[in-house]
């Protein structure tokens, strides 16, 4: 049985990851005997269910050093068979040029399966390209659901989720969500949250690393101040990521965030900030860089690699993001999270579900509110059901089992 996996952007790098080491895994259980060509064609081993041919694509969506590279690394993720090269774009130019890389990549491997992940261009691109040439696909993360029409990636979770063959659910919500759209149960699996699998398996790893020598590692470049500003381990610390564009193209809704994070969160405590490259451009374009980065209690970070990031939230004393996997993440760390969004495809990370996750949008007075009520409580990790380090195999499973079955029933 040959696999095509699909990553884009580097929310799919940390759900890719557990995935192809449970290929490996299962690969492991078959010797150099047993895969022989006689053995093959003696029957004793069936190809559409035994050894598993993977290969894994990227389309280039992230393809610069900090936001793709250094996750391959630190993620232990093999290179990638085969890199489309599409890059940056409007949604249309990235949506329509992936299709086209990636028919040629269908039909010259002719696999059985295409396997997305997340939500991203990519994963809407590929999915339609493999339904188009009658490829299965299986989309990990299915299910998910905002509700908000007007963000690009609820539009790539539906359609995806209406053309896969088999739908991975990573929570008993999202499994909610694909019933109430008439989804066919034959094709749901409730399979856990693969990105906890990467948590988990890096945690220790990234428990060893010291906060101090992260931030030196990682002080934003580019002003003169940045070789004089050495700072060791701070005992407290928040940290943000914002990159939505809610949330940063338009100044009047950016610059009162901004006063919030210097007047507020960095009055009493160091924030680490690493940035996004479309929030550092914003910042420069409306005036307001120069007083965030010179701000005392404010380190302005280029974009974090993986372990790095992990190691600040499992330190940091509140989280403020956008980031629907950092929401995930905070869950399991137990990392007080505001989240600067109005509604959230994850509602298993809010409080009201269990979660720590409580959702300010970008009202001023919400965080206000919202902020002081986390500083004075405690640190409490939560676990959702499923969410216990093993999503990747049980994906594998239902894919094997759904592969077994479409054989009986030929």
Request: charged share 25%; with cysteine.
């Amino acid at each position: 049985m040959k696999i095509l996996s699909v990553v884009g952007a580097r929310p799919n790098f940390m759900k890719i990851a557990p995935f192809i080491r449970a290929i490996g895994k299962y690969n492991g259980q078959f010797s150099a005997t047993d895969m022989n060509s006689s053995s093959m064609n003696e029957g004793r081993i069936n190809q559409n269910t035994a050894f598993i041919e993977h290969l894994l694509v990227h389309t280039g969506q992230h393809y610069d050093k900090s936001m793709s590279e250094t996750f391959f690394d630190d993620l232990n993720i093999p290179e990638a068979d085969m890199n489309l090269g599409i890059g940056s774009g409007t949604h249309a130019e990235q949506v329509g040029q992936t299709m086209i890389a990636f028919e040629k990549v269908l039909k010259a491997e002719k696999p059985d399966w295409v396997v997305v992940v997340g939500d991203v261009n990519a994963t809407l691109a590929c999915s339609v390209t493999a339904k188009k040439e009658l490829i299965k696909c299986c989309h990990i993360e299915a299910g998910l659901r905002s509700g908000d029409m007007s963000m690009p990636e609820e539009i790539n979770r539906l359609v995806t989720d209406r053309l896969s063959d088999l739908l991975l659910a990573p929570d008993r919500l999202s499994v909610d969500n694909l019933r109430a759209e008439g989804i066919d149960e034959s094709k749901i699996r409730f399979v856990g949250n693969i990105m906890i699998d990467t948590l988990e398996e890096n945690r220790l790893k990234a428990s060893g690393l010291n906060i101090s020598e992260i931030i030196n590692r990682n002080l934003l470049a580019g002003t003169e101040l940045s070789d004089r500003r050495a700072h060791h381990f701070p005992e407290i610390f928040a940290v943000t990521t914002i990159h939505r564009p809610s949330n940063v193209d338009i100044k009047e809704v950016f610059e009162p965030i901004i006063r919030f994070l210097q007047d507020v969160v960095a009055r009493d405590m160091k924030l680490l900030w690493p940035i996004h490259p479309r929030t550092k451009k914003q910042l420069m374009k409306f005036g307001l860089f120069n007083e965030v980065f010179c701000h005392k209690n404010i380190l302005l970070l280029e974009p974090l690699g993986y372990l790095d990031m992990l190691r600040l939230n499992m330190e940091a004393r509140i989280m403020l993001t956008d980031s629907g996997g950092l929401q995930e993440e905070c869950t399991i760390l137990g990392t007080p999270c505001l989240t600067l969004r109005w509604n959230t495809e994850r509602p298993v990370t809010l409080k009201e579900h269990g979660g720590v996750s409580i959702l300010v949008g970008n009202s001023i007075d919400k965080m206000h509110a919202e902020f002081k009520n986390v500083m004075n409580s405690p640190r409490i990790s939560v676990r959702p059901e499923l969410w216990d380090g093993h999503a990747a195999g049980r994906c594998l499973e239902a894919i094997l089992e759904y592969q077994m079955g479409s054989i009986a029933h030929d």
